[in-house]
């Protein structure tokens, strides 16, 4: 169970450091969402929580592509920039998210 953990935290390191920016951005955008609808500008709040949906589909996306890039020979696999990468992946878990 120790190493189990220890894994855990190893990979939580790791794929911080490499998406940091999608999951930031994913943060932001959840934050302005709940600010706006606290300030009862449900226009603005319904776009920013539409954009967070994205944002945290590329999130979730970049560390599915940290956790499975070593098994794969595909360098077009890896995560873009900062996590910031919309592909084949990310538009899946965006559907599994809005159908859900």
């Given at each position: 169970m120790l190493e189990g953990a220890r894994a855990a935290y190893g990979f939580a390191g790791r794929a911080f450091a490499r998406a940091?920016?999608?999951?930031?951005?994913a943060g932001l955008l959840a934050a302005g969402a709940a600010l706006?609808?606290?300030d009862r500008n449900f226009g603005?709040?319904?776009?920013?929580?539409a954009a967070y949906m994205?944002?945290?589909?590329m999130?979730?996306?970049?560390?599915?592509?940290?956790?499975f890039a070593a098994r794969r020979d595909d360098p077009?696999?890896?995560?873009?920039?900062?996590?910031?990468?919309?592909g084949r992946?990310?538009?899946h878990l965006l559907a599994?998210?809005?159908l859900r």
């Open positions: 940091a920016l999608a999951i930031g951005l706006a609808l606290v603005r709040s319904a776009a920013l929580f994205l944002a945290a589909a999130a979730r996306g970049a560390l599915f592509r940290i956790a077009g696999f890896a995560p873009g920039w900062g996590g910031l990468q919309w992946i990310e538009g599994v998210s809005l």
